[in-house]
């Protein structure tokens, strides 16, 4: 396992989302980077990706810098052609650098790291028991947040801050919005969270522990691709 893909959602290569994974990789590790959205302008990411009402919602950033907001269903798609494209280029695995749920994504011979198994699998059994705040950018996530952690007992509850926002206000908000509920312990379910985050929210005071969902992965694929 020693050719690693990064897939994105949005524009390859984000850096700032599989730093903390490639630093747990093997050292002779080779990796590569490909997103959804490579090659695509802002109007044709619009008709073909925006997000639809009532549909689940992905955010991300653009290699301009510029936040979009994605309809999942349409970004798997896309997902799907990246992927088999690294397999043709000789991948070993490939780590998806999102949280959000791609189902049909099948990959023909790589293996295929999603964070979104890794991160609800690791805190239902890391946090067992404790009442736990779950963090996701945008409103329109949440209904989809509550199914996907509906496996965690008690029922968590849940606050929005979008990691692509200047400064961090907004987050200890929220955080500190979920630790007056009751909260014990918090999950920023994003890959766009990163550590600088984290430890945001140390200096803002918040005590509980605060797993994020690159933190993870980085900790959980490392002896994956060993």
């Not at 014990?184 to 509980?208: F, N, P, Q, S, T």
Request: hydrophobic share 45%; charged share 25%.
């Amino acid at each position: 396992m020693r050719n690693v893909g990064f897939l994105t959602i949005g524009q390859a290569p984000r850096r700032d989302l599989s730093a903390a994974i490639e630093t747990a990789l093997p050292a002779t590790s080779t990796v590569r980077h490909a997103g959804a959205l490579d090659g695509l302008d802002r109007a044709e990411i619009t008709d073909r990706f925006a997000a639809v009402p009532g549909h689940p919602t992905l955010i991300t950033r653009l290699a301009c810098g510029d936040v979009v907001t994605l309809d999942e269903a349409g970004v798997e798609d896309a997902l799907q052609e990246r992927l088999d494209a690294l397999e043709e280029d000789g991948v070993d695995a490939v780590v998806l650098l999102c949280t959000g749920a791609f189902p049909s994504l099948r990959p023909r011979r790589t293996l295929l790291v999603e964070p979104d198994v890794l991160l609800t699998a690791y805190a239902q059994g890391a946090l067992r028991g404790l009442p736990v705040g779950v963090i996701v950018p945008l409103p329109e996530q949440v209904p989809a947040a509550r199914d996907k952690w509906r496996g965690v007992n008690p029922p968590p509850e849940f606050a929005t801050a979008s990691p692509y926002t200047k400064g961090d206000a907004g987050l200890l908000e929220a955080a500190r919005k979920l630790v007056g509920r009751g909260a014990r312990a918090l999950v920023l379910d994003c890959m766009g969270y990163a550590d600088r985050h984290r430890r945001a929210l140390r200096e803002g005071g918040v005590a509980i522990p605060v797993l994020t969902s690159s933190g993870i992965t980085g900790a959980l694929t490392g002896p994956l691709l060993a």
